[in-house]
Antibody, heavy 120, light 110 residues
């Protein structure tokens, strides 16, 4: 059974940093792109960014709203993807979801999400 | 970042058919096709359909997706109480090099 599990959320002050983790199991983690999506309270889904598989170059893309502040990385030896969030703003408050992607099947396996609250 | 356009809400009766729409442009829906997700309150999204009309295993045959130009549609027949949820369309935007989502449609089954 495929499982994707996020961790690392919590309460953080504006301007500080936080790193989220996304661990995959039951899948050949290195074959998948790993993506992050967030959902502010009572709002819709907003794509944050992703990292391609090593076979596809391991490159990253980001939403304009987080570009230059957030960084997605991966450690395939541990089956973990990371979302490093810097210079956090109040409007970054959301549940952050991680999901796996392939060229064949996008948006396939989702985690349960982790809540990030940015507040002073 | 420009997103896709979905009606905020749709209401239909039990066992009726609902068609949800999603409008994009030639850089996203019109180019790569649309993906559809379902989200129940308090739960993560779930993939229903990808690249216009491909269903992952385990997804009900009551769901079907289609596309005409830059507009994608998700049709759910024989509506059941468990179909009541938020539905999101999404597509990769080649001009933005980013994935875009619609604002979501809340489907109410009366």
């Amino acid at each position: 059974e495929v499982q994707v599990v996020e961790s690392g959320g919590g309460l953080v002050q504006p301007g500080r940093s936080l790193r989220l983790s996304c661990r995959g199991s039951g899948l050949n983690f290195g074959d998948y792109a790993m993506s992050w999506v967030r959902q502010a309270p009572g709002k819709g889904l907003e794509w944050v960014g992703f990292i391609r598989s090593k076979a596809d170059g391991g490159t990253t893309d980001y939403a304009a709203s987080v570009k230059g502040r957030f960084i997605v990385s991966r450690d395939d030896s541990k089956s973990i993807a990371y979302l490093q969030m810097n210079s956090l703003k109040i409007e970054d408050t959301a549940v952050y979801y991680c999901y796996s992607d392939t060229v064949m099947v996008p948006l396939e396996y989702w985690g349960q999400g982790t809540l990030v609250t940015v507040s002073s | 970042q420009a997103g896709l356009t979905q009606p905020p809400s749709v209401s239909k009766g039990l066992r009726q058919t609902a068609t949800l729409t999603c409008s994009g442009n030639s850089n996203n829906v019109g180019n790569e096709g649309a993906d559809w997700l379902q989200q129940h309150q308090g739960h993560p999204p779930k993939l229903l359909s990808y690249r216009d009309n491909n269903r992952p295993s385990g997804i009900s045959e009551r769901l079907s997706a289609s596309r005409s130009g830059n507009i994608a549609s998700l049709t759910i027949t024989g509506l059941q109480p468990e179909d009541e949820a938020d539905y999101y369309c999404s597509a990769w935007d080649t001009s933005l090099s980013a994935r875009v989502f619609g604002g979501g449609t809340k489907l109410t089954v009366l």
